[in-house]
């Protein structure tokens, strides 16, 4: 009999088809008995295949469409899905979508028929795709991984407490937190508040009723006792929620923030420190500048103070057409008070000659100690010079009165040079350097005076800078040469010697004599050096006339007192290996042989011992008596030629020469004449007994060139032949400006 459907079976089917398709369910039907296999619409689209396309395939092929890390695993559910295993009627697997990604299934199935054998005849399932769930849960899972991670690295602890129940769930961060690992995460409400600080309880629990009372969340801080008695402090913040039954929650985190706290407590610490600190650099900044620009012993300002307060001065003056005054102060006689009484006697002359300044200028005017016994005073003047003037006068007379100290009565005063200048074109640098000037003319005058910078004074100054540097180049170059002046037997006329003389050779102005260079050679503190170049010349210039014919019995040199103080000297000598008995060092009498220091007895000695013999320069002009000739033993004495002038008119002069020379031979001292300049001179002390004379008379100085052709030619007997020397040598002379 042929069954038809009815309306009803048929209405049905349509409604379960809309049903199936609704739910996203792909249907498959495999019956084996039939030798069918049924795919649906949605089975086949969650594939990515069309409603019309076949999806008849072997099974081998389906397989190779399935991930391969779950390839193994279908298989084996497969199997037991079939046979009944309720783990295995639901399972999900990846599969290859049509397009190439892969596609997450959920898959449901059973046997619904068996043949005969028992084998399944017919199996029926769904298909759904989750891949959209399995999205979310592995981002839920990656979030919830990331969270557990933060949580883990910031070690902050959960808790989510029911309010209604008065119990909190603990998490394992916070139990640790705590110190109660292994204990139950659920704890009642009191448990939290017993392990607070006493010292923090009341505080910390005031702020959580307030939170609850308000209904808001909560950010506190406070400390904990753990379980094993250290003591942590604990940041806590809090928010409250409502959960899925409607129960009222709190939920929050706890972490610990010891650390934390004990550095913000360093750091508090030591930025109170640091203010301190600051307090007491920022004081001894002030002092320390205040010993920068001040004089430590005077408290007046220093030379820096003043290099500042200068220009600052200079600047108002510009500005305001003012005169600008600088007045450059000395104290005289200072050196003899630090030297006799000492250093102590010294500072307190300093300290009262700082008060004279200050009360001797308006106290508007700058007042500073430069160093040493030298001020300065910096005043701003409407024009003239009367009042610096009358200023000046008042300090020098102020100074001059007479100090008491520890019973002493010190007396000292004061030379001051003054600079003045006004207009835009004001030089500060300048006019302080002019004021050095001014003083420089003030000591030269005479000292406890005032002077006012000039230009003549300033080229004056200038013409000595060039001449001290054109003494240091001329050491360079060698320019400093000697020139010879032969000495005589008096009674036999032969030559008895040579004295050496030293002279420059200018490149501009020709042969100059030491009185024209020899002072600042002195300042420049050379004139040891000079000598020296002229010993070693002279040495070298008697080994040349030697091997002309000509051997002077001796040379004689001059030597300075900063040569004679120089405690190389004895060593200087030795390299020279001199011939004992052929040199002689003249020493002026001016020299100080009375109290000959430690060094320049020394030198003296060694002198002595290398077989170089002593001469006493200009005696009869210094300051040398008989007892120290008798310590010194001198060679030879060389009477001055002050003395020698007026022989031939003056009886007194010979009877005084005369006395020299009779001196001399009782102490076993042989006597030199030098000026001897006419041929009476060379008569007269002949008669009184002279030993050795040396002069223009009998010969001029002279290159050591014409040394030996001089000596041969023998000229100085003749005394035609002596006078024309003596007028040519004179004249010569007179125009070199000088003559030793």
Same mark, same amino acid.
């Given at each position: 009999?042929?069954?038809?459907?009815?309306?009803?079976?048929?209405?049905?089917?349509?409604?379960?088809?809309?049903?199936?398709?609704?739910?996203?369910?792909?249907?498959?039907?495999?019956?084996?008995?039939?030798?069918?296999?049924?795919?649906?619409?949605?089975?086949?689209?969650?594939?990515?295949?069309?409603?019309?396309?076949?999806?008849?395939?072997?099974?081998?092929?389906?397989?190779?469409?399935?991930?391969?890390?779950?390839?193994?695993?279908?298989?084996?559910?497969?199997?037991?899905?079939?046979?009944?295993?309720?783990?295995?009627?639901?399972?999900?697997?990846?599969?290859?979508?049509?397009?190439?990604?892969?596609?997450?299934?959920?898959?449901?199935?059973?046997?619904? /028929?068996?043949?005969?054998?028992?084998?399944?005849?017919?199996?029926?399932?769904?298909?759904?795709?989750?891949?959209?769930?399995?999205?979310?849960?592995?981002?839920? /899972?990656?979030?919830?991984?990331?969270?557990?991670?933060?949580?883990?690295?910031?070690?902050?602890?959960?808790?989510?407490?029911?309010?209604?129940?008065?119990?909190?769930?603990?998490?394992?961060?916070?139990?640790?937190?705590?110190?109660?690992?292994?204990?139950?995460?659920?704890?009642?409400?009191?448990?939290?508040?017993?392990?607070?600080?006493?010292?923090?309880?009341?505080?910390?629990?005031?702020?959580?009723?307030?939170?609850?009372?308000?209904?808001?969340?909560?950010?506190?801080?406070?400390?904990?006792?753990?379980?094993?008695?250290?003591?942590?402090?604990?940041?806590?913040?809090?928010?409250?929620?409502?959960?899925?039954?409607?129960?009222?929650?709190?939920?929050?985190?706890?972490?610990?923030?010891?650390?934390? %706290?004990?550095?913000?407590?360093?750091?508090?610490?030591?930025?109170?420190?640091?203010?301190?600190?600051?307090?007491?650099?920022?004081?001894?900044?002030?002092?320390?500048?205040?010993?920068?620009?001040?004089?430590?012993?005077?408290?007046?300002?220093?030379?820096?103070?003043?290099?500042?307060?200068?220009?600052?001065?200079?600047?108002?003056?510009?500005?305001?057409?003012?005169?600008?005054?600088?007045?450059?102060?000395?104290?005289?006689?200072?050196?003899?008070?630090?030297?006799?009484?000492?250093?102590?006697?010294?500072?307190?002359?300093?300290?009262?000659?700082?008060?004279?300044?200050?009360?001797?200028?308006?106290?508007?005017?700058?007042?500073?100690?430069?160093?040493?016994?030298?001020?300065?005073?910096?005043?701003?003047?409407?024009?003239?010079?009367?009042?610096?003037?009358?200023?000046?006068? &008042?300090?020098?007379?102020?100074?001059?009165?007479?100090?008491?100290?520890?019973?002493?009565?010190?007396?000292?005063?004061?030379?001051?040079?003054?600079?003045?200048?006004?207009?835009?074109?004001?030089?500060?640098?300048?006019?302080?350097?002019?004021?050095?000037?001014?003083?420089?003319?003030?000591?030269?005058?005479? &000292?406890?005076?005032?002077?006012?910078?000039?230009?003549?004074?300033?080229?004056?100054?200038?013409?000595?800078?060039?001449?001290?540097?054109?003494?240091?180049?001329?050491?360079?170059?060698?320019?400093?040469?000697?020139?010879?002046?032969?000495?005589?037997?008096?009674?036999?006329?032969?030559?008895?010697?040579?004295?050496?003389?030293?002279?420059?050779?200018?490149?501009?102005?020709?042969?100059?004599?030491?009185?024209?260079?020899?002072?600042?050679?002195?300042?420049?503190?050379?004139?040891?050096?000079?000598?020296?170049?002229?010993?070693?010349?002279?040495?070298?210039?008697?080994?040349?006339?030697?091997?002309?014919?000509?051997?002077?019995?001796?040379?004689?040199?001059?030597?300075?007192?900063?040569?004679?103080?120089?405690?190389?000297?004895?060593?200087?000598?030795?390299?020279?290996?001199? /011939?004992?008995?052929?040199?002689?060092?003249?020493?002026?009498?001016?020299?100080?042989?009375?109290?000959?220091?430690?060094?320049?007895?020394?030198?003296?000695?060694?002198?002595?011992?290398?077989?170089?013999?002593?001469?006493?320069?200009?005696?009869?002009?210094?300051?040398?008596?008989?007892?120290?000739?008798?310590?010194?033993?001198?060679?030879?004495?060389?009477?001055?030629?002050?003395?020698?002038?007026?022989?031939?008119?003056?009886?007194?002069?010979?009877?005084?020469?005369?006395?020299?020379?009779?001196?001399?031979?009782?102490?076993?001292?042989?006597?030199?004449?030098?000026?001897?300049?006419?041929?009476?001179?060379?008569?007269?002390?002949?008669?009184?007994?002279?030993? %050795?004379?040396?002069?223009?008379?009998?010969?001029?100085?002279?290159?050591?060139?014409?040394?030996?052709?001089?000596?041969?030619?023998?000229?100085?007997?003749?005394?035609?032949?002596?006078?024309?020397?003596?007028?040519?040598?004179?004249?010569?002379?007179?125009?070199?400006?000088?003559?030793?």
């Amino acid at each position: 009999m042929e069954i038809h459907d009815t309306p009803d079976l048929a209405e049905r089917e349509s409604r379960w088809n809309y049903a199936l398709i609704g739910s996203g369910l792909g249907v498959w039907d495999h019956n084996h008995r039939a030798g069918t296999k049924y795919y649906s619409e949605t089975w086949k689209e969650i594939r990515g295949m069309g409603p019309d396309e076949s999806a008849d395939g072997d099974y081998e092929e389906w397989l190779a469409l399935l991930h391969p890390d779950d390839r193994d695993f279908v298989i084996e559910a497969i199997d037991k899905q079939i046979a009944g295993d309720p783990d295995f009627q639901v399972f999900e697997y990846r599969e290859r979508h049509k397009d190439g990604h892969w596609v997450w299934i959920e898959c449901r199935g059973a046997c619904v /028929e068996w043949d005969e054998n028992g084998n399944p005849a017919r199996i029926v399932g769904t298909d759904t795709d989750i891949t959209a769930r399995k999205r979310a849960e592995e981002m839920l /899972e990656h979030l919830s991984r990331r969270l557990d991670l933060a949580l883990d690295i910031t070690r902050i602890g959960v808790f989510e407490a029911d309010l209604e129940a008065d119990a909190v769930e603990w998490d394992d961060r916070l139990l640790a937190m705590y110190g109660l690992e292994g204990t139950s995460r659920v704890k009642p409400g009191e448990a939290w508040e017993k392990m607070l600080h006493p010292d923090d309880r009341a505080r910390a629990l005031s702020r959580l009723d307030e939170s609850l009372d308000k209904d808001q969340g909560l950010l506190h801080e406070f400390r904990i006792i753990r379980a094993d008695g250290i003591e942590r402090v604990i940041r806590a913040r809090s928010a409250f929620f409502v959960d899925a039954e409607g129960k009222r929650k709190l939920i929050g985190a706890n972490w610990d923030v010891t650390e934390e %706290v004990k550095l913000r407590n360093d750091l508090q610490n030591a930025k109170n420190l640091a203010e301190a600190r600051n307090q007491e650099l920022e004081a001894a900044k002030e002092s320390i500048e205040h010993l920068a620009l001040h004089d430590y012993l005077t408290g007046l300002p220093n030379r820096r103070y003043l290099d500042r307060t200068l220009e600052e001065r200079a600047e108002e003056c510009r500005n305001g057409s003012l005169t600008l005054a600088v007045l450059h102060i000395d104290l005289d006689r200072f050196k003899q008070i630090n030297d006799t009484l000492g250093h102590r006697a010294g500072d307190a002359m300093l300290k009262h000659a700082a008060k004279v300044l200050k009360d001797c200028v308006r106290s508007t005017d700058f007042v500073a100690r430069i160093g040493g016994d030298e001020f300065v005073v910096l005043c701003a003047i409407d024009s003239g010079t009367k009042k610096l003037s009358n200023m000046a006068a &008042r300090i020098i007379r102020e100074l001059s009165k007479p100090i008491r100290y520890e019973g002493h009565e010190c007396r000292f005063g004061a030379s001051i040079g003054i600079a003045a200048d006004s207009g835009a074109d004001l030089d500060a640098k300048q006019l302080l350097l002019n004021a050095d000037i001014a003083l420089y003319r003030a000591k030269g005058a005479g &000292r406890n005076r005032h002077e006012f910078f000039s230009k003549d004074a300033r080229r004056s100054i200038i013409a000595a800078k060039r001449l001290a540097d054109e003494i240091l180049q001329g050491l360079e170059r060698h320019e400093f040469v000697p020139v010879y002046q032969l000495q005589f037997n008096a009674r036999t006329l032969e030559v008895a010697g040579v004295e050496t003389l030293a002279r420059w050779q200018h490149p501009e102005h020709g042969l100059m004599a030491p009185d024209r260079f020899l002072k600042i050679a002195e300042d420049l503190d050379v004139v040891s050096t000079i000598d020296g170049l002229i010993l070693e010349h002279a040495l070298a210039d008697r080994a040349a006339w030697a091997k002309q014919g000509f051997r002077t019995p001796k040379i004689s040199v001059n030597v300075s007192s900063g040569r004679l103080n120089d405690p190389t000297l004895g060593k200087k000598l030795k390299a020279l290996k001199v /011939e004992p008995g052929t040199l002689s060092f003249e020493l002026l009498e001016s020299i100080s042989l009375d109290d000959c220091d430690d060094a320049v007895t020394a030198n003296l000695r060694q002198i002595r011992r290398l077989g170089i013999d002593i001469e006493i320069d200009d005696f009869g002009t210094g300051h040398a008596s008989i007892v120290s000739l008798l310590k010194l033993s001198p060679r030879t004495l060389k009477i001055d030629r002050e003395l020698i002038r007026m022989l031939p008119q003056s009886a007194e002069q010979r009877k005084l020469v005369r006395s020299i020379i009779d001196i001399g031979r009782s102490l076993s001292i042989l006597v030199t004449a030098e000026g001897v300049e006419t041929m009476d001179h060379v008569r007269i002390l002949a008669d009184l007994g002279c030993d %050795v004379l040396q002069g223009y008379a009998l010969a001029r100085p002279m290159p050591a060139a014409q040394i030996p052709a001089y000596v041969q030619a023998a000229s100085w007997r003749h005394p035609e032949g002596g006078a024309r020397a003596l007028q040519s040598g004179l004249s010569r002379d007179i125009k070199r400006n000088g003559t030793k």
